[in-house]
């Protein structure tokens, strides 16, 4: 059912593969990309995930659907109350609508996603819904899936997504390249998580297209760790304003990875609102990149929003890049961003080891402080997989 | 209490110190030993906050000269922690916010890290939940202090008397108070004098650094110094403090005069 | 709004506009390597400035204008510029006596008198009429303290050496496409040397005049400042309404020792473009200080009211350690004007600190961006950094963009940035007016506060001055 849709979709993407050709340094939103390990992703074979054994079993109440194998995800599973498949009819009107909306459709890993992923994972919400999880299976080489939700007016739900990436330094390549498209009715109200946590040789290419109705309420919360690639670009439209958006991010990098995360965020109505808050750590050598854009066009009188990036660096061979972005053209309007980037406290860590605490152990106790602010957001399914994977502790060796 | 048998605790020597290449400490020499109170007074600049920091070996402070024993050790060759492990604790003049790190688990984490020292077992936590609430009394602090962050939205009376809740969780040997009373209220001051009042005992000692004689009224200092110029001008016994209340500091500029120093 | 609209109050036509006749000496338009050498014999120059402009040329050859900017405008045609235009007067005066009076007068029409009587007390101004030093005051007082102040030109003649050693080592031929072809076929601009332990003691100003259209401005100008100096410089510009657009790209070098200071203000004044956005200047200026002494300081100050279009990023580079490095901005655009600017500071040495403020005005159908970038260097330990970039938007159909890059690698440092955006709101005008305040003085007075921080920052005589451009300029948008 899903390949007569996805099939000139998956034929359209390669073709424009192929035109566009890899990103390259003169492309402002590729400039600071590591594009060797980019086109190292690209290349490499196109697998069916599998390795489901060092999961965490699923909570009471919660469905769980895997993607990214060879199964369809849907097999077997008793969906919750108010969540049900899309028609293929359904589909084919839908899929890449909000790609679209958001101005989306044509970015490269958005392109390298279409050109490969061979199913999509299309779901409709009608009223409040049981949590769901979706977990994306991992495999040696580069796996492409793809979700399509709709929340229909009034629609509740809280999704966690789960990207398990854990490996030894001796396994080989993993890569997931992720697109997913989401639509808010009026009043709807998603609570969706992104743990991504990975280690050794693992790429990322996460993309997420959202559309807000009038008075709907997002709420994203992504932690992401120990990729040696990644790129997370959630992008937002009010399409009339009127809607409540709440993006907080947790990059942690250690070695030599480099993770970007570009967000944007567009009111197309009036009075919209915003808080975003970023956080980024980075050890050892690796490269942390936050571009935050924020567009304020005419339409948009009465727009709040708010922007904090807050980044600390932990060693002098580390690098962080922060690049917010403000267009602004509605002038009443309460839009305001800030930025910092320093290491540890001084004087916190001091007053730790003037009551006995050992300094890496002060310098551990301040960095789970730094990273539980967002860690603690995630919606609540994931109190399982956090007790399994490493981002719990997130003082460990990055 | 003065006992001169009592143990030597604290043998500062001859001791200088900088802060930013700029010497503040210029030979200091003071002795303490367990039972006593001291109290270190003087106006602002004398070098008293910086003695203090040097002691807890704060990293913007740095040694220039003299020496330091703790118990007949070499303090300076010791980590701050250690310091802190083995019983010396300094009540800082501004406590320092840490949003994101529990009270509860930050003074959980430094109680056994002191325990753990003196050879004691460690509380799990529910046994040093039990246990702080104990000692949350000595200074009237309500419970709900030990949810919030470190000293995150605390009044200036609430970060001393978690300074002071921290005494009674260590334990130390020797005390060293910054101007534990500035900012505070007299009731505030008279709970935070309790605490260290109930804390002490013939094996400890604690010393005092203020302005005011007010909180002298309710510690009873042993000795009094007045530091000026980063040395220990004068010293004397508790008199010397209601002294100082009535004529000021100014016959420190005429004595610094007189021995040639500015 | 209400009937007597703000907009109605609108466009003072711009007073500077007229032209002044005179004679001219101009060189057929057009650029190539006979260009160059053409205008280095008639400045009459030694060799090492004609192989410094001849190795830059080469080097813009091979260069490709930049496309970056969010700015829109039509090609440049590099070969539709007349390079060289000089009022045709003899080797500057001895004496102002000497000058023509029509030059005279127009810097008097200008408010720069120059005449002995008329001039600023306390101001040095050199006069510069379409890039050619006319004359400067005060020089004989100046020299007295060994201060060097006088037009480049001049400079190159009297002190070769001091040029040679400092010109370029701020800003390099092959820093970027406008600073190689202004390296090119700079014309002139002011120098100044401020010996050791110096402190200047007046102002010094250039003024700049454009005269003639079609010709490109191609400033250049060398502050220097020896251990323990220090100097206040004003830089003021106007010129007259053409409809054709003029390009003006300017280098403007500081270089600070040990101890020394530099304080580099300019209000800008040039010709807008009419409200439809015909004609104006295109403004492509390379700025930067290089802090390279320790404890050194520099501070850019500006206030940005004209041009059609201004892309500049006075820049400084803080290499010795303790050096300090600020930049206040005050950028407004009305109709259709678009402004890309901003700064750079980058960290290179410890302890380094920079300040940035930036405060941008957009009114009418005009586009403003900030654009910044701090860079904190490895060596960089104990740097920090403060930014504080705010917009002030009026009406709902001009831009603010802020785009502050922040790159960091060196983890002993503090870098904080904070924005935001705000309006003139008919709240807070109603209650100024309501206690008396007339409309147009009550607009002055919500801009001026917006802009306190910056204007606070301009020497006396300029602040008083930048107050009253911006109100002018502002007539007629809130509303």
Not at chain 3, 237 to 252: E, I, R, S, W
Not at chain 3, 405 to 424: F, G, K, L
Request: charged share 25%; glycine share 8%; proline share 4%.
């Amino acid at each position: 059912m899903v390949n007569t849709v996805l099939a000139p979709v998956q034929k359209r993407g390669q073709a424009n593969l192929e035109k566009l050709g890899l990103p390259t340094r003169r492309q402002e939103a590729w400039r600071l990309t590591d594009l060797k390990r980019l086109k190292a992703m690209a290349s490499l074979p196109h697998v069916a995930g599998a390795d489901q054994s060092s999961w965490p079993s699923v909570d009471q109440g919660v469905t769980r659907l895997v993607i990214g194998t060879d199964s369809d995800p849907l097999e077997g599973i008793q969906l919750p109350e108010g969540v049900s498949p899309l028609s293929e009819a359904e589909l084919e009107q839908a899929l890449g609508h909000t790609l679209d909306r958001c101005g989306c459709a044509e970015v490269w890993p958005v392109e390298l996603n279409h050109a490969h992923s061979r199913r999509v994972l299309a779901l409709r919400v009608r009223g409040s819904v049981a949590p769901l999880e979706i977990v994306l299976a991992a495999g040696d080489g580069l796996i492409a899936t793809r979700v399509l939700l709709l929340l229909e007016e009034k629609a509740e739900l809280d999704l966690l997504q789960v990207i398990p990436a854990e490996r030894d330094n001796a396994a080989a390549p993993l890569a997931h390249s992720h697109v997913i498209e989401v639509h808010l009715g009026q009043e709807a109200r998603l609570r969706h998580g992104l743990l991504a946590s990975a280690s050794g040789d693992t790429s990322l290419l996460a993309h997420l297209a959202v559309e807000q109705e009038p008075r709907s309420s997002y709420d994203f919360v992504s932690v992401c760790r120990g990729w040696r690639f990644g790129r997370l670009e959630p992008q937002v439209l009010q399409v009339d304003g009127q809607a409540t958006t709440r993006l907080n991010g947790l990059a942690m990098t250690g070695g030599d990875e480099q993770f970007a995360t570009h967000t944007g965020v567009c009111f197309q109505g009036p009075e919209g609102s915003l808080d975003q808050l970023q956080k980024a750590v980075a050890a050892d050598r690796s490269h942390s990149i936050f571009n935050g854009a924020i567009q304020v066009p005419r339409a948009a009188q009465r727009t709040d929003a708010s922007q904090l990036s807050r980044n600390l660096l932990l060693s002098s061979q580390a690098r962080v890049d922060a690049k917010p972005e403000l267009e602004i053209v509605a002038d009443d309007v309460r839009c305001a961003h800030g930025a910092t980037v320093s290491q540890l406290q001084q004087d916190q860590l001091f007053y730790l080891r003037s009551r006995g605490v050992a300094a890496d152990e002060a310098a551990a106790l301040l960095l789970k402080g730094y990273c539980c602010d967002v860690v603690d957001r995630l919606p609540s399914v994931a109190p399982s997989w956090l007790a399994s994977s490493a981002v719990k502790d997130p003082a460990r060796p990055l | 209490m003065i006992r001169p048998d009592a143990e030597l605790l604290l043998d500062i020597s001859d001791l200088h110190a900088s802060v930013e290449d700029q010497p503040i400490l210029k030979g200091v020499n003071l002795q303490v030993r367990a039972g006593e109170v001291h109290a270190v007074m003087g106006r602002n600049g004398s070098g008293k906050s910086t003695l203090s920091k040097i002691l807890a070996g704060h990293p913007s402070y740095r040694v220039t000269g003299g020496s330091v024993r703790y118990r007949g050790d070499d303090l300076f060759a010791l980590e701050p922690e250690e310091r802190a492990r083995l019983g010396v604790f300094l009540g800082f003049q501004y406590p320092v916010e840490i949003p994101g790190v529990s009270n509860l688990e930050f003074l959980r984490v430094a109680t056994n890290a002191r325990r753990d020292t003196q050879g004691q077992e460690e509380l799990d936590t529910f046994e040093f939940e039990d246990h702080v609430r104990e000692k949350l009394k000595v200074v009237q602090m309500d419970p709900a202090f030990l949810e919030r962050s470190v000293n995150q939205g605390f009044s200036g009376g609430e970060k001393k008397r978690n300074e002071i809740l921290q005494m009674a969780l260590l334990e130390p040997v020797i005390s060293i108070l910054d101007e534990t009373d500035s900012g505070l209220d007299i009731d505030a001051l008279r709970i935070v004098a309790g605490g260290v009042n109930q804390l002490s005992s013939p094996d400890t000692a604690s010393i005092l650094i203020t302005h005011y004689q007010r909180l002298l009224d309710e510690i009873t200092p042993d000795y009094v110094h007045v530091m000026a110029a980063g040395r220990i001008l004068r010293t004397g016994g508790r008199e010397l403090a209601v002294e100082l209340e009535q004529i000021g500091y100014d016959w420190v500029d005429e004595q610094l005069a007189t021995e040639g120093v500015a | 709004m209400t009937s007597t609209s703000t907009r109605d109050l609108v466009s003072q036509p711009y007073k500077y506009g007229f032209v002044t006749e005179i004679e001219t000496d101009k060189i057929a338009k057009g650029l190539s390597e006979d260009v160059v050498r053409l205008i280095s014999g008639k400045k009459d120059e030694p060799d090492f400035l004609l192989q410094f402009r001849l190795k830059a040329f080469r080097h813009w050859l091979t260069l490709e204008e930049p496309d970056w900017a969010a700015l829109g405008y039509p090609p440049i045609d590099y070969q539709d510029i007349i390079y060289y235009a000089a009022p045709k007067q003899q080797d500057k005066k001895a004496s102002l006596d000497e000058v023509d009076p029509k030059l005279l007068e127009t810097f008097d029409k200008l408010g720069i008198p120059l005449s002995e009587q008329k001039r600023l007390s306390n101001v040095a101004v050199d006069a510069v009429f379409d890039s050619v030093s006319i004359a400067t005051t005060y020089k004989e007082k100046l020299a007295e303290h060994g201060v060097v102040f006088c037009s480049f030109s001049e400079a190159v003649k009297e002190h070769p050496a001091l040029i040679e050693r400092y010109l370029g080592t701020v800003v390099a031929s092959n820093d970027n496409y406008f600073a190689a072809l202004n390296s090119a076929v700079f014309s002139d601009g002011s120098f100044v040397f401020i010996p050791k332990g110096v402190e200047c003691p007046m102002e010094l100003s250039t003024y700049f005049r454009i005269n003639s259209g079609d010709t490109g401005q191609f400033e250049r100008t060398l502050i220097v400042a020896e251990e323990g100096a220090s100097v206040s410089y004003l830089e003021g510009c106007t010129a007259p309404m053409f409809d054709t657009n003029q390009l003006h790209a300017a280098v403007v070098e500081l270089v600070a020792l040990d101890d020394a200071s530099i304080k580099y203000s300019t209000v800008q004044n040039w010709y807008a473009g009419d409200e439809n956005g015909v004609g104006g200047i295109y403004n492509f200026v390379t700025k930067r200080g290089q802090c390279r002494g320790a404890r050194s300081r520099i501070s850019w100050t500006q206030v940005e009211t004209g041009s059609a279009i201004t892309w500049k990023y006075p820049s400084c580079v803080l290499q010795g350690a303790d050096s300090v490095g600020e930049f206040y901005s005050v950028a407004l655009t009305n109709n259709r004007q678009q402004a890309d600017t901003g700064t750079k500071m980058v960290h290179v040495g410890p302890r380094t600190r920079s300040t940035i403020v930036s405060k941008g005005i957009s009114a009418g159908h005009s586009s403003n961006s900030y654009r910044g970038l701090v860079q904190i260097g490895p060596g960089a330990s104990g740097a920090r950094n403060y930014s504080q970039c705010d917009s002030m938007l009026i009406g709902d159909q001009a831009g603010a963009n802020t785009y502050p890059y922040i790159r960091s690698q060196q983890p002993d440092s503090a870098v904080e940035h904070e924005a935001s955006t705000c309006r003139i709101s008919e709240d807070q005008l109603f209650y100024l007016q309501s206690r008396g305040i007339g409309f147009e003085e009550a607009v002055s007075m919500m801009v001026s506060g917006f802009c306190r921080d910056v204007f606070n920052q301009l020497p006396m005589e300029f602040a008083a001055e930048a107050d009253k451009l911006l109100a002018l300029k502002l007539e007629g948008s809130v509303g």
